[in-house]
DNA sequence: TCGCCTGATAGTTGCC
DNA sequence: GGCAACTATCAGGCGA
C-alpha cells in the first residue's frame, strides 16, 4: 500500500473524509434531539420517561412479534419459576 | 509516583492482579452458560428464544415498575399517533 | 397532566413527533457511516483501524500523547507480573 | 413440546434455572471487579488507564504493535487533510 | 464458515 | 466531585 505512489492514501482521505462528514450532521441530529428533550423537561415532561416510551414503540413494531408466540410459550413453561432477582426484593 | 521507592507499583500490582483473577472467573462463567445454551439447543429448544425470556425476566423483576405508571401514562398518550416505522411496514 | 383536557397530551405528541422524526434521520445517517467502512473495507481497508483513526483525529493531541505516556508507565510498573493469558501458554 | 406432558416444560425450567443463576454469578464478579476499580482510585491511580493497561495485557505483544503501526501508517496518510474539529476552532 | 447484526461493556458527558 | 444517562466500541451469536 505504501508503494502505490499514495493514490491508496488519497483513496483512504476520501472515505475519512466522508465519515467525518456524516458524524458532523449526526453531532448535529443528536443535538438536536437532546435540545427537545431539553423542551419537553421545561414543559414539565420527564425525559428519562419519554426515552423509554420512544424505544417501546420502536421495539412494538419490529418484527418481534413473529416470535412473540414462541417467547410465550417459554414464558408459561417458566411460571411458576420465579427469575433469582425476586429473591433480592426479599 | 515513580519517586515512592516503588511502593505504588507494588500497590498498582496488587489491584491489577486481583482484577485480572476476577476478569478470569468471569471468563469461565461465561463459557459455562454458553455451554448450556448449547445442552438445551442440542435438547431442541431455541437459544435465540431462551436468551430473549431470560431478558425478559431479568426486566420484569427490575425498578422498573416503579416507573412503569408513569410510561403507561405516556404511552397513552400517544395512542392514536403511531410510530413512524409503521409506515414503513406499508 | 391528565386533568387538563387533554392539552399535554397534544403537547407531548409533538414533543415525540419530532424526536422520532429525528431519530429516522440518525438512523439513516448511521446507515451511510456504515456503508462506507463497508466500501473501505471492500477496497483493502480496516475499517476497526479507520474507526480509531477517527477517533484521536478527534482529540487533542496532547491530550492523547499524556495519555499513552500514563499507559507507559502502568505498563512498566507491572513488567515482572505477567498477565495470567500467559499461564495458558503453558 | 407442548404435547409431552410437561417433561420438555421442565426440562426447559432446569435449563433456565442454571443460566439464571450463573447470570447472577457474573452479576456479583462485575461488582467486584468494579469495587476493585474504584478502591485504586481511592489510591490515587486512574480507573481509566487501568482498564486500558487490563486490556493490553490480554493481547499480544506483535499483534499490538502491528495495530500501532497501521494505526500510525493511516494517521500519516491523513496528514494534510486537518479534522473538521479545527474548523470549529476558526 | 463467513459476514452481519444485535446485545454487552467501556468511556464520555452532563446533572446534582 | 460523584452519580447516572447516553453514546460508541467490541465481541459473541445467528443466518446465509
Redesign the interface.
Known amino acids: 500500500?505504501?508503494a502505490d505512489g499514495g493514490f491508496?492514501?488519497a483513496?483512504?482521505?476520501a472515505?475519512?473524509?466522508?465519515?467525518?462528514?456524516?458524524?458532523?450532521?449526526?453531532r448535529a441530529?443528536?443535538g438536536?434531539?437532546k435540545e427537545?428533550?431539553g423542551?419537553?423537561k421545561a414543559?414539565?415532561?420527564?425525559p428519562?420517561?419519554?426515552r423509554?416510551?420512544?424505544r417501546?414503540?420502536?421495539m412494538?413494531?419490529?418484527e418481534r412479534q413473529e416470535?412473540e408466540a414462541?417467547?410465550d410459550?417459554?414464558?408459561k413453561?417458566?411460571i411458576d419459576?420465579p427469575?433469582?432477582?425476586?429473591l433480592a426484593?426479599e
Chains 1, 2, 3, 4 share one sequence.
Do not use: C, W
Not at 473524509?17 to 449526526?26: A, G, N
Not at 414543559?43 to 420527564?46: E, I, L, Q, V
Not at 427469575?83 to 425476586?86: E, I, R, T
Open positions: 500500500m505504501a491508496a492514501a483513496h483512504l482521505r472515505f475519512i473524509e466522508r465519515i467525518e462528514r456524516l458524524e458532523e450532521e449526526k441530529l443528536l438536536d434531539i427537545i428533550y423542551e419537553a414543559n414539565g415532561f420527564a428519562k420517561i419519554m423509554q416510551v420512544v417501546l414503540r420502536k412494538d413494531t419490529s416470535q414462541l417467547i410459550v417459554y414464558l413453561a417458566l419459576t427469575p433469582p432477582s425476586a426484593a
